[in-house]
């Protein structure tokens, strides 16, 4: 040991076995279980389409992300997930901006993101399916939200910076021209179909990186607390209550004392898979850093968070447009009357659910108009 050369002193703690570790390395895998825990929890309330809940994981997300903790590359590519995530929720609110050029629109912004996830899609035709979707739906919301001016310019951007196929080009010019929101080709590949093969890619990724091990180590501690309260329960009913005025046993006293005790049990399972390795924590530069520097939540702060698609406890009633009646027709001559999820699934009702359609379809034979 060279005595005259510099000595590092790194702060320690006392670990559970009385052995003193690291706190920096310690720091580092408890903040790798957060991001997994809360890239998770995101993932979850997309597919809730909950964005309220995805908000505020979303900024949780981010401060843990973007901190200077060293992210590995398995990290890495979660975050350019949940900038995917971030503007197909944001996909409809085109006063949200996250590039610099503002008549760039939320899934315009998607579609440079996805590029990057390209060798992290195993399945090439699910890759393929989504990256069409967004192009499509790129267009359609423009139109949907009344404005075919941004829905050509949009166009005019697919064609000079993304690989837009010439047969789709074409078709989407058709439908810029005609500046028609409920096109059969927006209606064939709506909103709803990019969702589902968005959470076909998770369901996919989440299989092969679970990112699951803090979330399977809380169920561990609510299923305990549950069998304590039920074994607690069935112990106060099998213990007869004494008269009044009888003064209670000894016997009875320890068993009363012996319940409101609370044994020591084992937070985590000592079953573990995979065991953590100092070298984990190291940053990896083997995927992509194009992404690096993209915001994972949009760049315009003015704007409030779009409302939460799911449906709430009182629901307002909306009158019905001429384009949804149009829309419900069409899907009957298809499918058939009573084919309402079908339907649903094909067109753009909003926030409307099957029994609506049943119920509009029914108003609409009672007064002709079918």
């Given at each position: ?47 809730e ?14 401060v ?29 609110n ?61 166009l ?29 080709l ?32 809380a ?26 005025g ?14 409101n ?65 149009k ?44």
């Amino acid at each position: 040991m060279d005595v005259g050369a510099p000595q590092e002193t790194q702060a320690v703690i006392s670990s559970t076995t009385g052995a003193q570790v690291n706190s920096a390395e310690v720091e580092s895998v408890a903040k790798s279980w957060m991001i997994d825990f809360s890239f998770l929890s995101l993932c979850c309330s997309y597919r809730e389409q909950n964005a309220e809940k995805f908000s505020k994981t979303l900024k949780m997300f981010e401060v843990l992300i973007d901190d200077d903790y060293q992210i590995q590359d398995n990290q890495q590519i979660q975050r350019t997930i949940c900038c995917l995530l971030s503007r197909i929720m944001d996909s409809k609110n085109l006063d949200a901006h996250y590039d610099l050029n503002k008549k760039v629109t939320p899934l315009m912004s998607a579609i440079s993101v996805w590029e990057c996830l390209k060798d992290t899609v195993d399945d090439a035709v699910l890759y393929n399916n989504v990256e069409n979707l967004l192009f499509i739906q790129c267009v359609g919301v423009c139109l949907e939200k009344g404005n075919p001016q941004l829905a050509a310019h949009t166009l005019q951007w697919l064609e000079k910076e993304t690989s837009l196929p010439e047969k789709l080009q074409r078709k989407l010019s058709t439908v810029v021209s005609k500046k028609d929101a409920y096109d059969q080709l927006l209606t064939r590949f709506s909103f709803n179909h990019l969702l589902k093969n968005v959470n076909s890619f998770l369901d996919k990724f989440l299989k092969k990186h679970p990112s699951d091990f803090l979330f399977k180590a809380a169920s561990k501690v609510v299923q305990v607390h549950q069998e304590r309260t039920e074994k607690t329960e069935e112990a106060g009913q099998d213990t007869e209550e004494p008269e009044t005025g009888t003064p209670l046993k000894p016997e009875a006293n320890a068993v009363s004392s012996e319940l409101n005790l609370r044994p020591k049990k084992k937070l985590f399972s000592t079953k573990i898979g995979q065991h953590w390795k100092p070298e984990s924590t190291k940053k990896q530069q083997s995927f992509s850093h194009r992404t690096a520097k993209l915001k994972v939540s949009r760049r315009s702060s003015n704007v409030p968070p779009p409302q939460q698609s799911s449906t709430t406890k009182y629901r307002s009633r909306r009158k019905w447009l001429n384009e949804e009646d149009k829309c419900l027709k069409a899907g009957v001559r298809k499918h058939g009357e009573g084919k309402w999820c079908k339907i649903l699934e094909e067109f753009d009702f909003g926030n409307r659910t099957s029994v609506m359609l049943k119920d509009r379809w029914r108003t609409l034979k009672k007064h002709g108009k079918v």
